[in-house]
């Protein structure tokens, strides 16, 4: 498949053949990431910018880490030092740094919209790593592979529980999009506060109650309760929210055989996910982590080196 994407800015752009194509590549990148050298030659004298406006530990370092076994060159920018602080605009960044003549730009920032706003500037490929409460494409991706893994491709009849706070989740507006194109149902469960307006129009069904959303799902992903987004007091109690909307072991009993819980991290044990659940065998959140570096090297390959048919088509020089 000739890659015909600029830029990744969210799911939506992608058909399910694509999507199948990025995981397809993806488990190839696992397999070299399993590999005593992890290191391939495949983007030698690529350059990528990684621009990070908000705190990351797994997208920033996996796309680095990404980056560099794919051979590629990578720079990383956070916000507290660049020039923004001193008053230079976002605009003005993304034309400084274009000036530079990366391949890529990967950027994180809190702003809905900001990977899209620099797209429709540059010429290189812009990656979306999570802007606001928008997307964050390459998580879902990495949960697409998980759950393939899992589910030896087949996602059709399967269902899937997101938990928690939806609201302002990036990570289950990206996962029901994409879930839905696989074949999956998705179920979506929280307080009433955290969940967003017009769910009506959204291919998913809502419950209120845990226990009666977990019943014969194959699979619950859980949110972290997004409080960097969160402007009034939209969770009165903390420990009434854990007690009501926390997922436990109770919960995963009432789940289809081998239901498996994913989060896209970072994990707050005790409060949306009960410690027990987090570390038993049911749980792949450990694997996501693994998953996502695979899957960022895949997209790192496809949208760098779409203008190189003779890499791009046949195949993935090693
Ligand atoms: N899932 C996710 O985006 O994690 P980070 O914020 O650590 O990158």
Redesign the pocket.
């Known amino acids: 498949m000739q890659w015909r994407h600029k830029d990744l800015l969210d799911v939506s752009q992608l058909n399910a053949d694509e999507v199948r194509h990025i995981l397809t590549t993806a488990a190839y990148f696992r397999e070299i990431n399993s590999r005593p050298v992890k290191k391939v030659p495949t983007l030698k004298g690529r350059s990528v910018v990684l621009f990070?406006a908000?705190?990351?530990?797994?997208?920033?370092?996996?796309f680095d880490m990404a980056g560099k076994r794919l051979s590629a060159d990578t720079f990383a920018l956070g916000k507290s030092g660049s020039s923004i602080v001193k008053g230079e605009s976002l605009k003005d960044t993304a034309l400084t740094l274009q000036a530079m003549n990366p391949d890529g730009i990967v950027i994180?920032h809190s702003s809905s919209g900001a990977a899209q706003f620099l797209a429709e500037r540059l010429e290189c490929s812009v990656i979306n790593?999570?802007d606001g409460r928008h997307a964050?494409p390459?998580?879902a991706l990495l949960d697409a592979l998980t759950f393939s893994r899992r589910w030896k491709g087949d996602f059709v009849g399967k269902t899937v529980l997101i938990l928690g706070d939806i609201a302002h989740s990036r990570?289950a507006r990206s996962n029901v999009i994409l879930l839905n194109m696989l074949g999956a149902r998705v179920r979506l469960c929280g307080p009433r506060t955290l969940l967003p307006p017009r769910l009506d129009t959204w291919p998913v069904e809502v419950f209120s109650d845990l226990l009666t959303a977990c019943r014969g799902v194959d699979a619950v992903m859980c949110l972290r309760l997004q409080l960097e987004r969160m402007h009034a007091g939209l969770i009165p109690d903390m420990r009434e929210y854990s007690r009501t909307f926390g997922l436990g072991a109770r919960h995963l009993r009432l789940a289809a055989p081998g239901c498996c819980v994913l989060h896209?991290?970072?994990i707050n044990r005790g409060v949306e996910i009960d410690s027990d659940v987090a570390d038993s065998a049911e749980s792949l959140i450990l694997e996501?982590v693994e998953n996502?570096v695979a899957v960022r090297m895949a997209l790192l390959f496809l949208y760098l080196t779409r203008k190189s048919p003779e890499m791009n088509q046949s195949g993935i020089p090693e």
Not at 54 to 62: A, G, H, I, Q
């Open positions: 990070f908000e705190p990351s530990t797994r997208t920033k370092t996996s994180r790593a999570g964050h390459t998580q990570v896209p991290g970072p996501q996502g």
